[in-house]
Each structure stands twice: as C-alpha cells, then as structure tokens.
C-alpha cells in the first residue's frame, strides 16, 4: 500500500510502504517528513529484527543451534533432541518385531508344503514383517521437537516447533506454539514434491497461507539431487515469497564455510507482514528438516 505525505510547503509526495515509519527529506524546501507509521514491533528483542545468523553446533547428538544479531551477539538457542537412545530400542524393537511376525508365517507356509498356501503365506510374511517394523518401530519412537530458548541454559523458553506426527510419509507437519502453547502457524513440506524442488509452506491458524519457501532455482535442485552439494558449491539456498504471490521477502542462505553457518535476512520485508518468530522457525526448519 503507498504512503501519501504532505509537506508544510504544500508539496504532497506518494512514496512506497517500504518507507513507512521513516524520516525523509522534502526534495522541494528539505523539510524532515514522517512516513507513516512504523512497522509493527514485536514485544520481544531477541526476535525484533530483520537478520538472524544461524549456526549449528558440531560434534553434538542432538541438533543445537546458536543465533547471533548481525552485530555478532548472541540472542537465542535452539535445540532438537535426537532421542539417541529411545529411537535405536524403537528400531530394534521393530525389527524384532517383523522377525517374529515373518517366523509365524513362514513357519505356516512350511506345513502347509509346496503349493498355492505356502506362497500366499511367503507373501504374507514379507508384507506382515514390513508392517511390524514400520508399526512398533515408528510407535515406540519419540517425536523430536525443536524448541527456542533465550540461551542455553534452557530456563526460558520462547518458541517450540511441534512435530505433528511420527509416521510422516508424505507431508510432514509441524506446529508453531509460542512460549504459553498457543499456536501461531503451521509448517507443512512435502516429500514427494521436495524430489524435484524443496519447498515449506507457512499458514496460519485460519489456515491462510502467509509465506512460501523454496530452492532458489529449479534448474539448481535437480543438479543438487544428481550431483550432491559438489564440495560446497551446489549448496542449498531458499527464496521466501510472501503468501501466494511472486513477492520476495526473505532469503534463508547457506555460507560457504567449513562450519555450517546460515543466514536468514527478512530486510526485503520491510512491512513486517511475516511475523519474525515465524520466520526463524521457518528458516531453521529448512535446515533441520531437510537434513542438510
């Protein structure tokens, strides 16, 4: 939407929403005008800017990440347990499962001797222990949450990334809840699509879509999915467009470093229409949740 700004010189200027709640200059007598009102702040300072630096730390089980201000100082911590230990009985648990489940009918096939039963009941025993790996595997593991703490001593927390579901073979989900549990927004990708281009979707309770995140390039994706990131030089970045149009207002990019190192620049959403706890959960969601 444009600004209309009047001078006391009676020269009446239309400028872009981008300059809202700035001082500019009268070009015609040099007078300090004011742009409107300015953008919307959010209460919290951690998350009152339009830059985050992301980096994740190494040599660590669980995903941990520390996010500076462009200034270099530290501002928040997030942290995704990996559940090591649970998550391995889980699978070992599956496959016992599936042996036992497989055992059963082959074991079946095998009194009955060579005919139409004993190969119904091959078939039963693959598909019967695929299921019981799949089911008590994927049933006694724990989902991983990804949660935002103001440092990391992880007494204050200030964002947590839900996982909707732990069997997730198609669209994964997963919900933004602010520090008291209500939900802001919905994270949703899908693994079908993402072989060709990666992209999240971010839609709010209502279910309006508020932005859309994808690979930078089509062409760049498919050489990604052949070739890798090619020693760094194919790494994965993402354009973030606000709700369904083509308007950029944000970047997630990937640093060429020896240590992982991202940044998340929002200045192109001069407007704030993308809240920035929304933008963060976003943006280290296309890292953790893309495995990159």
């Known amino acids: 939407m444009a600004i209309q700004v ?25 007078e300090s005008l004011q742009a409107g009102e300015a953008p919307p702040r959010l209460g919290d300072p951690a998350f009152d800017r339009d830059k985050f630096l992301l980096r994740q730390k190494h040599l660590a089980i669980s995903e941990k990440y520390y996010v500076w201000d462009d200034g270099g100082a530290k501002i928040l911590y997030m942290e995704r347990p990996a ?5 391995l009985l889980a699978a070992f648990a599956g496959i016992a499962a599936g042996v036992v489940v497989l055992s059963a009918f082959l074991a079946i096939g095998d009194a009955a001797g060579p005919g139409t039963v004993q190969t119904a009941s091959f078939v039963l025993a693959v598909i019967g222990g695929i299921a019981a790996i ?22 204050e927390k200030l964002l947590e990334i839900y996982q909707d579901r732990k069997f997730q073979p198609i669209n994964a989900t997963y919900t933004v809840r602010d520090a008291g549990g209500g939900e802001l927004a919905r994270l ?6 993402n072989f060709f281009r990666k992209r999240w979707y971010c839609r709010l309770p209502d279910g309006t879509l508020l ?6 390039s089509i062409i760049l994706s498919l050489l990604r999915r052949v070739m890798g990131s090619f020693f760094g030089l194919l790494r994965t970045n993402f354009v973030i467009f606000k709700g369904a149009t083509d308007e950029v207002v944000g ?11 991202y940044v998340l620049d929002m200045t192109r959403d001069r407007a704030r229409d993308i809240d920035r706890r929304l933008a963060l959960a976003l943006g280290v969601m296309l890292d953790t949740g893309e495995r990159r």
């Open 6 to 30: 009047t001078c006391q010189c009676g020269e009446t200027y239309v400028l872009k929403d981008e300059y809202a709640g700035q001082v500019v200059s009268c070009p015609q007598c040099g």
């Open 83 to 87: 559940h090591l230990a649970r998550n």
């Open 134 to 155: 799949v089911v008590v595997g994927v049933g006694l593991s724990k989902k991983r949450h990804l949660t935002i703490y103001r440092d990391d001593t992880k007494r």
């Open 188 to 193: 949703r990708k899908n693994h079908l699509y």
């Open 211 to 216: 932005c859309l995140a994808k690979e930078d």
């Open 251 to 261: 970047e997630f990019n990937r640093k060429f470093t020896l240590l992982d190192r």
